[in-house]
């Protein structure tokens, strides 16, 4: 086999490949042996009939099609290999000659991965804010904690924000009525803005077996998207009351006797809390500001494909919700479809750009992953999608993912250890440790695994998901 490579760009090559006829022998044999098996020839058992007669009976092009549709992934795949080619989608084959019995050729163009220019990265330098925690977000936590010890009864006034109300509801469109758009007796928060547009407005100032009409969109059902009156009538009106703030409730709801040793215990949470979302902020400024510093070309195809397989799974979700993309598009507080595409390809250029450069310094430092990398990466997964590690292993496997997640892991990994490099300061100017941001192993105090595990959680830091933040996964199985 005979192999050149011309560049079509930064992101496109094309390979010429040339093949011997003596080098389709393996080809052959495939194909005749699978030709056998369906052949049926007078006179031959299934599997016994020579070639030469199979090529009488179907044809010497139809063998030689499939001879070729056998042989070109596999001489292809080779030439890639030859040629060390990082090929990121699937090529665009055009056979240029194919002579009997002497020889096939064939040009294959595809997008690659670029070769970026890295600047220095040994004297990388982010600020993240500083830590601070004030009375008022203090405040937000006891009263979240006030709300889990609250207590309904019954009002008679007229309903405000954070009443609960017993409502019945009667959807019609054409002056028919829904039947999934009514119902009787629902309990509703006012004021949460969780149900439809417009009920809060038609329910604050209502009392007891008050009613009134509104319009709003359809959400679900065969009618998603059209306008239909709504009539909310409200049957009982009950205002929350909280607990008084003292040191009896700090005992009812923590394991404190006074509300200041609350208070001060929730101080130090919350300040716990920031100190971890400094790792992902720096993590984000990191990667910000690598893909300012560094020029990094996009494969056009790649980002069409990643847009249309996008579209395509966001379309099946809405289907299976009943909704269509106007009824989507006002949920979700959108202008319009140019809006959503214009936003979903910035952020498909910006997850292909991060995984190029995090390639590229993982080539360039030679970052391996090793098995404590997988089962640490594997372990952190699993338990973010609430299923065992030996579930999520079994999950990639059977969706031939494992590859990906290997890439994934390393450009992860490559990171981390850019972000070990960086220094890091806050607004103030005090540097950051980066030991204190990490969470705590397995191995950390059992008392306190439970809130280490939560707060890793909740701030995401520097090895849990770095690429992730960025919304490559997808993109990467693309890729």
């Given at each position: 086999m005979k ?7 930064p992101?496109r090559v ?6 011997p ?8 044999g495939e194909?005749y ?8 020839v ?6 016994k009939?020579?070639?030469?007669v ?8 139809v063998?030689l ?5 056998h042989?070109?992934p596999e ?30 050729a064939?040009?294959a163009e595809?997008?690659?991965?670029p070769?970026?220019?890295?600047p220095?990265?040994?004297s990388?330098?982010?600020?993240v804010?500083?830590?601070e925690?004030?009375d008022?977000?203090?405040?937000q ?10 207590t309904?009864?019954?009002v008679?006034?007229?309903?405000e924000?954070g009443d609960f ?6 959807a019609t469109l ?5 039947e999934d758009g009514?119902?009787t007796?629902?309990?509703y ?8 547009q417009?009920?809060d ?22 009618q998603?998207g059209?306008m ?17 703030l003292?040191?009896?409730?700090a ?5 404190f ?11 130090t949470?919350?300040?716990r809390?920031k100190v ?8 984000d400024?990191?990667v ?5 510093t560094?020029e ?10 990643e847009l249309s397989?996008?579209s395509q ?7 299976q919700?009943?909704m269509d993309w ?13 809006a959503y ?17 995090l390639?590229?310094?993982a080539d360039?430092?030679?970052v ?6 997988l089962?640490?990466q ?8 609430r299923?065992?590690p030996?579930?999520?292993?079994q999950?990639?496997q ?9 890439a ?7 990171l981390?250890?850019l972000?070990?490099?960086?220094t890091?300061?806050?607004?103030s ?10 969470p705590?192993?397995?191995?950390a105090?059992?008392a ?6 939560a707060?890793a ?6 090895e ?13 199985g693309?890729?």
């Amino acid at each position: 086999m005979k192999s050149t490579i011309e560049n079509l760009g930064p992101t496109r090559v094309r390979l010429a490949i040339e093949v011997p006829w003596s080098d389709l022998d393996h080809a052959f044999g495939e194909v005749y042996k699978e030709l056998g098996k369906q052949v049926r020839v007078p006179g031959f058992r299934p599997g016994k009939v020579p070639n030469r007669v199979l090529d009488q009976r179907i044809g010497r092009p139809v063998v030689l099609e499939q001879v070729v549709q056998h042989a070109v992934p596999e001489v292809y795949s080779e030439a890639i290999r030859e040629n060390q080619v990082r090929v990121i989608s699937q090529p665009d084959v055009e056979v240029t000659r194919l002579d009997d019995g002497e020889a096939l050729a064939f040009t294959a163009e595809v997008d690659v991965a670029p070769t970026l220019e890295l600047p220095p990265l040994d004297s990388l330098a982010v600020t993240v804010d500083d830590v601070e925690v004030t009375d008022e977000e203090i405040d937000q936590q006891i009263t979240v904690m006030r709300e889990r010890f609250s207590t309904l009864s019954g009002v008679e006034r007229a309903a405000e924000d954070g009443d609960f109300v017993s409502i019945d509801l009667e959807a019609t469109l054409n002056g028919e009525v829904l039947e999934d758009g009514s119902t009787t007796g629902m309990s509703y928060e006012v004021g949460s803005g969780n149900l439809m547009q417009g009920l809060d407005e038609a329910v604050r100032g209502l009392s007891a077996d008050e009613s009134a009409t509104f319009s709003t969109a359809l959400l679900a059902g065969d009618q998603a998207g059209e306008m239909a009156d709504v009539t909310v009538t409200v049957r009982s009106v009950k205002a929350k009351e909280l607990p008084e703030l003292d040191d009896e409730f700090a005992s009812i709801a923590s394991e404190f006797d006074t509300l200041a040793e609350l208070r001060e215990d929730v101080r130090t949470r919350l300040a716990r809390t920031k100190v971890l979302q400094q790792g992902g902020q720096a993590r984000d400024k990191l990667v910000e500001h690598l893909l300012e510093t560094i020029e990094v070309p996009v494969p056009e195809k790649l980002v069409e494909q990643e847009l249309s397989w996008r579209s395509q799974a966001m379309e099946r979700e809405l289907q299976q919700a009943g909704m269509d993309w106007d009824a989507y598009f006002s949920m979700a507080e959108v202008e319009s479809r140019e809006a959503y595409d214009a936003e979903m390809r910035e952020n498909v250029e910006k997850a292909v750009k991060t995984q190029f450069v995090l390639d590229s310094i993982a080539d360039a430092r030679e970052v391996t992953v090793d098995n404590e990398d997988l089962s640490a990466q594997i372990m952190a997964q699993a338990q973010r999608n609430r299923v065992s590690p030996e579930q999520y292993a079994q999950q990639l496997q059977q969706g031939n993912n494992i590859a990906e997640f290997v890439a994934d892991v390393r450009r992860t990994k490559a990171l981390a250890q850019l972000l070990e490099e960086t220094t890091i300061t806050d607004e103030s100017g005090n540097v950051v440790d980066l030991e204190a941001l990490r969470p705590r192993t397995v191995a950390a105090d059992s008392a306190d695994a439970e809130d280490d595990a939560a707060e890793a959680a909740e701030a995401e830091v520097v090895e849990s998901d770095a690429v992730e933040e960025t919304d490559t996964e997808e993109t990467a199985g693309k890729a």
